[in-house]
């Protein structure tokens, strides 16, 4: 039975999950993402709320941010965080027309027989990793933002991989990787910087397991990451160029 069966067969939909909720997750389950240090334009992007033809229309799509780790706070660590949280990352194949390379949430475009946009990330994250749905558990749905280069507007969800299950390069016509990152990599002040493109977009960066996460997925992270009570403080005034943050870890744009 493929996924899109089960989906068909269960009794009902994708829902929230709002109690059982670790402790640790209630800063990212409980508010949006911020930016203190005004260094993440991510966060503010919203598609026009008039078009001025169908083709210019964004596309609707969502992406899952899948947190990992033991459900028990580690009281001696910020906001609780345990020693082996982490979160789910792509890469996408070199080969892609559109975000060639670039480090990635599970996810894609809203089709046809979706439940709403949790469905639409738990089917995506299947289809891209493997990802039992089983096991995930929703526990935030945070307001979309807008792509610019592919025209999506794209809707995150969060939530908590109670249940850990394999996951895999599914088709490396469209993934290079599938990592879980642990979130110790991710708050260490000595992997985050800033990066500026050279049509002169400025954003949040993360150097992590031989990868560069910028652009929408870093937006995310950071905004995340700033309610969290994990974070720990980090150098916004160091800007790095983009091409050449990308070439220390062998990629172009």
Known sequence: MDDRESREKASVAPRLVTDAIPEWLRGVA????????GTNPVLNRRAMKKVVSAALRPRQAAVLVLFGGSPESDQAAPGGLPADADVLLTQRAATLRQHRGQVAFPGGGVEAGDDGPIDTALREA????????????????LPKIFVPPSRFDVTPVVAYWRKPGEVR???ETEAARVVRVPLADLIDPANRFVVR???????????????????FTAGVLAGLLAVSGWEREWDHHDVRDLQTSLAAVGMTL
């Open 30 to 37: 409980e508010h949006e993402p911020a930016d203190p240090t």
């Open 169 to 171: 390069v599914v088709s």
């Open 126 to 141: 299947w289809e891209e990793t493997g990802l039992e749905r089983d096991g995930v558990e929703p526990i935030a749905v």
């Open 197 to 215: 493109h050279p049509l002169g977009y400025m954003g949040p960066a993360f150097a992590v397991d031989g990868m560069l996460v910028w652009g």
